[in-house]
């Protein structure tokens, strides 16, 4: 038999540390050969030269696809939230409604539209990231909050992609960043030996054609004007390393995973070793043997962190995170089932664009020479060949040339008829612009547009009649993302977010009572609803936040509005509203997007409450007031028509005014519409 290949898998963490180290540098090489065996890549930095307008040797040089490109991406990220979350769990519910508080407060404080139109440009190239990470600014010394940071598609490097083509179900997948070496030191002090930046690197020992192509990419676009020609000696590479390790502890003791003390930290037993529980039935010690799933090293992912200068991992221990995803969800526009990263949006309008720019230069050109054509004279007319040589029409104030006959028969322009700029020519502009529209979906993007703009017009199923296949298909891929996004982040609130932190986004008001449970500092639970809340809980915080956490789901975002089936759905609720239909309140806003309906409902019946308890109050103190002052209360009137009482109106008579009272009444004037 064959003997098993066993390379493919990240060595044990007691493996000499330079030998992890040489498998993490040939995971990034496996990478950076992936990347650039895509087509969509093949002319990456051409594309980037197309769209920036660099390098037109024409005479007159433009740029429409560059506002044209924006356009689109400007449109598809114009987002007034991430996502939104809901629960069916009864007692989850004010969570949920917390949780669509601190998503609207992270989406502010964390520029989240800013840093999504980046991944969307990269995606314009390619293929975009979204790195979702918690972390702490100023060097990791300032404030920690959730970062959102885009990546281009040589930055997230790959390993074992799925056939899905989703990066989610890779075996691994390489964060490559370019890092001041200021803050590497910062954050890597013990390593500050070797950290050492670019430009001192020792390609002969770890340079590699991917880095080549990645440093570059740098030299040309990223640092270009911002740190000149020596960008390379201010930045290292500090490389992420994101495994979905498979190990099973079979040391035959317990290992301890993470620093003691963080949220992150865990023990895992050896396979077959007696664990120790509480049933939470009768609150007995029970005990069983460790199973493999218990026993998983990396139960989320394993992270190993290094730089090409060091010669030993940086980090080499469990992810930080909870959620136990690969932290990056991928923005792709010109997605292909063939193409794992699909295409460059701007390369398929390449050759479009080239030849608007070559006519519209040529049309400046030709304009410009019928101003100044080339000019033949007769020679036999008197004027010289000197004069003739020096006369600029275009600057010819002043000058008197003495000429035989008619000046128009012995001065003429010698441009053929043919060269000359007509309606036909200004049509093919605006056909080739008509054409490169067409092509990024621009015109779907403006009834996209419109839509966002009348979404409370009565006429809006129209706008979704008009939406066209691309805005749609991009609809889809913006969801996907977000949604990923939007599942991090929920495991990120649980994990770093104390009940303070949330109290400073969201207000006193905003946490429930149901938060403040035996663990007041955090959102988690903490217990679990079938255990005995008197003693400590069976479950770690890591476990508990689990439970939590896959019962709030996420449940909309904002590209899911493009969504015909949905919007029809929408609209056939509108219609059973409206006409009174017996169907719950609950069920109709559910369907029509209002999120925790039952509670704001029950935000309204106290606040109706509170006001007419008020006025109770208010009638008494006045009552009060004018008994202490003497003063008699206004008599009680009888059953009269303005208090509910009397002889209703007919309304068989035009409005006419009539006199009231007499007889010991109050003669008075009334509108009445009685005969």
Not at 240 to 247: G, P, V
Not at 361 to 373: F, G
Not at 476 to 500: C, D, E, G, V
Request: glycine share 8%; with cysteine; charged share 25%.
């Amino acid at each position: 038999m064959p003997e098993p290949v066993y390379e493919w898998q990240a060595p044990p963490r007691e493996s000499p540390a330079p030998y992890i180290k040489g498998w993490c540098d040939e995971l990034t090489q496996n990478g950076d050969r992936w990347v650039q065996s895509q087509p969509g890549l093949k002319n990456l930095n051409n594309d980037i030269k197309l769209l920036m307008g660099i390098s037109q040797e024409r005479d007159m040089p433009s740029n429409l696809l560059q506002p044209d490109i924006r356009t689109f991406v400007e449109t598809i990220t114009d987002l007034r939230q991430i996502a939104t979350f809901g629960t069916k769990a009864e007692q989850l519910k004010k969570s949920a409604f917390l949780y669509n508080d601190v998503m609207r407060f992270v989406y502010w404080d964390s520029q989240f539209v800013w840093n999504s139109r980046k991944a969307v440009q990269y995606a314009m190239l390619g293929r975009g990231y979204m790195w979702v990470k918690y972390s702490r600014d100023h060097f990791g010394w300032g404030t920690a909050r959730n970062v959102f940071d885009p990546l281009g598609p040589r930055e997230c490097l790959p390993e074992q992609l799925p056939s899905s083509n989703d990066i989610q179900g890779s075996y691994a997948v390489t964060i490559v960043r370019p890092m001041a070496i200021a803050e590497a030191h910062a954050r890597f002090p013990k390593f500050q030996k070797w950290l050492n930046p670019i430009s001192r690197y020792d390609w002969k020992a770890y340079g590699t054609l991917g880095m080549g192509r990645r440093y570059d990419f740098y030299d040309r676009f990223r640092f270009n004007g911002n740190e000149g020609n020596n960008w390379e000696s201010r930045y290292c590479e500090i490389r992420y390393h994101f495994i979905r390790d498979l190990r099973i502890n079979t040391t035959g003791f317990a290992q301890q995973m993470g620093v003691p003390g963080t949220s992150w930290a865990y023990v895992v037993p050896s396979l077959g070793d007696l664990v120790v529980s509480i049933n939470p039935s009768n609150g007995l010690p029970q005990s069983h043997k460790a199973t493999v799933e218990e026993c998983r090293l990396y139960p989320r992912l394993r992270l190993i962190i290094t730089s090409p200068s060091v010669p030993i991992p940086m980090y080499d221990d469990t992810a930080f995170d909870w959620h136990g995803e690969m932290p990056v969800a991928q923005y792709d526009v010109n997605d292909w089932a063939w193409s794992a990263m699909g295409y460059s949006a701007v390369q398929s309008v390449s050759s479009l664009e080239k030849a608007r720019r070559d006519r519209l230069s040529d049309i400046n050109t030709v304009l410009a020479v019928r101003k100044d054509p080339p000019m033949g004279h007769d020679i036999s007319t008197g004027a010289s060949r000197t004069q003739m040589e020096r006369l600029d029409l275009l600057h010819a104030q002043g000058i008197r040339m003495g000429i035989k006959g008619k000046p128009k028969d012995a001065i003429a322009s010698i441009l053929p008829p043919e060269i000359d700029v007509d309606e036909k020519d200004f049509k093919g502009v605006e056909l080739i612009s008509s054409s490169i529209k067409s092509t990024l979906g621009l015109n779907d993007l403006a009834s996209l547009r419109e839509f966002k703009g009348n979404l409370s017009d009565q006429s809006f199923d129209k706008f979704i009649e008009n939406l066209g296949p691309m805005a749609k298909g991009i609809a889809i891929n913006m969801w996907r993302a977000n949604s990923k996004i939007a599942y991090m982040l929920k495991y990120n609130i649980a994990q770093y977010f104390t009940t303070n932190d949330l109290v400073t986004m969201v207000g006193p008001e905003g946490v429930g009572l149901e938060t403040m449970d035996n663990d007041p500092n955090s959102i988690v639970p903490s217990h679990l609803p079938d255990e005995n809340q008197n003693s400590e809980s069976t479950h770690n915080k890591a476990d508990r936040a689990r439970w939590f956490c896959d019962r709030i789901r996420v449940i909309s975002t904002p590209a899911q509005l493009l969504n015909i089936t949905h919007m029809q759905e929408r609209m056939l609720y509108m219609f059973f509203l409206q006409k009174n239909i017996q169907i719950s309140m609950d069920t109709i806003m559910e369907k029509l997007g209002v999120n925790d309906y039952e509670i704001e409902h029950q935000k309204w019946r106290e606040e109706q409450l509170k006001d007419e308890t008020w006025k109770v109050e208010a009638a008494k103190t006045v009552a009060l007031k004018q008994k202490q002052e003497g003063m008699e209360p206004p008599p009680q009137q009888g059953p009269g028509q303005g208090k509910g009482g009397g002889r209703p109106s007919t309304g068989k008579a035009a409005p006419h005014a009539e006199m009231k009272g007499g007889k010991g009444g109050n003669v008075r004037v009334v509108n009445s519409t009685s005969k």
